[in-house]
Each structure stands twice: as structure tokens, then as C-alpha cells.
């Protein structure tokens, strides 16, 4: 199958649509929508976000060293994208869209109470890249709704919908193609018939 060749640019997609919330510290907070998220390490356990300096929460993140990712879900999607394209500047997110604050346990930012996980996170390093700068954080907590939790208490994000972004889009995350270890996981069936005769 014929590819084209493009300049180089960022083409990972899909990628979870994020709300991170932050504070200043002196009672002003904001939320806005982050696409640049990522896992980095297991132990200890790190996140990182990559954020526009010219962005208003910029300033609370390097003035705080401290901010919350928010998972969204499909039913958070205005709000995603109105978080994105809606400077804290202008308006006050939280009060506009009627999103609810929950206190945070280590951080002053707060947990976005419509979230399905709420991760509290604290600054370790500051990369200035270029057009965003990444914030390598340490994962303080991690706050998961219990209405997803199912009878034997293990927390099921997919029944919340998670909201992703791929290529200026929103999407849900479709239907269920498998599980982890899938592909190497020998067929109970075939192996209660090997060996028979037909």
C-alpha cells in the first residue's frame, strides 16, 4: 500500500482528551483542556503534560508546581472542548460550565468532581521544548470514582465512556477488540479437544 511522505509532526493519535485543573494559590483556579499527556514511569509512579507557555494555566503550573489530570468521558465532551478553545482569562470555566471542585489530598488544584479519575500531580522537572514546554510530574494520588467499581471492587473506566482525541476529533473508544495477553492466551476449548479423534 502506497504512503505519502510528510514534514515532520506529531501523528500519535488517538490520545486521551484530559481536563487538568490548577490553582495559583491565592483562591483563582482554572481548568483547560490538555491533548499532550502521557504515561512515563511505573515506579515511582509519573505523568507528563506539555503546555503552551502562552497558555493562562501555564503560569499556575510553574508558579505551584502542582496540577490535576482529569479523565473525561464522552458525556464531558463540551466541556473538553470548550475548556480548550475558552482562555481562563476571559471567563471562569468551572462557574460557566457548573463543574464541581472537590478538595485535592496533597495539591491545592482541585479534582474535577465529574471525572471518573482524578490524578494529583507534582512537579519534578520543567523541559522547555519549544512551542510547549513538558512538565514531568510525580503522581501523588489517584482518585477513582466508585460508581465504576464493579462487585468484586475492581474499577472498570471502560463503563464510563472515556472521552479521546484524534486529528481535531472526539470520539468514544469503540467496542471491546480484546484484552491484555489475548494473542498468547491458548484457546480453553481447543485445548479440552486436542488429542481426541474425530
Given at each position: 500500500m502506497a504512503k505519502q511522505e510528510w514534514k515532520p509532526g506529531n501523528?500519535?493519535?488517538?490520545?486521551?482528551?484530559?481536563?487538568?485543573?490548577?490553582?495559583?494559590?491565592?483562591?483563582?483556579?482554572?481548568?483547560?483542556?490538555?491533548?499532550?499527556?502521557?504515561?512515563?514511569?511505573?515506579?515511582?509512579?509519573?505523568?507528563?503534560?506539555?503546555?503552551?507557555?502562552?497558555?493562562?494555566?501555564?503560569?499556575?503550573?510553574?508558579?505551584?508546581?502542582?496540577?490535576?489530570?482529569?479523565?473525561?468521558?464522552?458525556?464531558?465532551?463540551?466541556a473538553v472542548d470548550y475548556c480548550g478553545v475558552r482562555s481562563g482569562r476571559e471567563v471562569?470555566?468551572?462557574?460557566?460550565?457548573?463543574?464541581?471542585?472537590?478538595?485535592?489530598?496533597?495539591?491545592?488544584?482541585?479534582?474535577?468532581g465529574e471525572a471518573p479519575v482524578c490524578i494529583e500531580c507534582r512537579v519534578q522537572e520543567i523541559h522547555e521544548l519549544g512551542s510547549h514546554h513538558m512538565f514531568l510530574a510525580r503522581v501523588l494520588a489517584?482518585?477513582?470514582d466508585e460508581k465504576y467499581m464493579d462487585?468484586?471492587?475492581?474499577?472498570?473506566?471502560?463503563?464510563?465512556?472515556?472521552?479521546?482525541?484524534?486529528?481535531?476529533?472526539?470520539?468514544?473508544v469503540g467496542e471491546r477488540r480484546g484484552s491484555f495477553g489475548f494473542s498468547v492466551k491458548k484457546d480453553k476449548k481447543s485445548k479440552k479437544t486436542k488429542g481426541r479423534r474425530a
Open positions: 501523528m500519535i493519535y488517538p490520545l486521551p482528551a484530559v481536563l487538568v485543573s490548577v490553582t495559583d494559590g491565592e483562591g483563582h483556579d482554572n481548568i483547560f483542556t490538555v491533548a499532550w499527556v502521557g504515561t512515563v514511569c511505573t515506579n515511582p509512579p509519573m505523568v507528563s503534560i506539555s503546555v503552551r507557555p502562552e497558555r493562562f494555566s501555564y503560569s499556575m503550573i510553574r508558579k505551584t508546581g502542582e496540577f490535576v489530570i482529569n479523565l473525561t468521558t464522552e458525556a464531558l465532551s463540551f471562569d470555566k468551572f462557574k460557566e460550565l457548573k463543574l464541581t471542585k472537590e478538595a485535592a489530598s496533597h495539591v491545592q488544584a482541585p479534582l474535577l489517584v482518585h477513582a462487585e468484586t471492587g475492581k474499577f472498570n473506566l471502560n463503563a464510563a465512556a472515556p472521552l479521546i482525541y484524534s486529528h481535531g476529533e472526539y470520539y468514544g
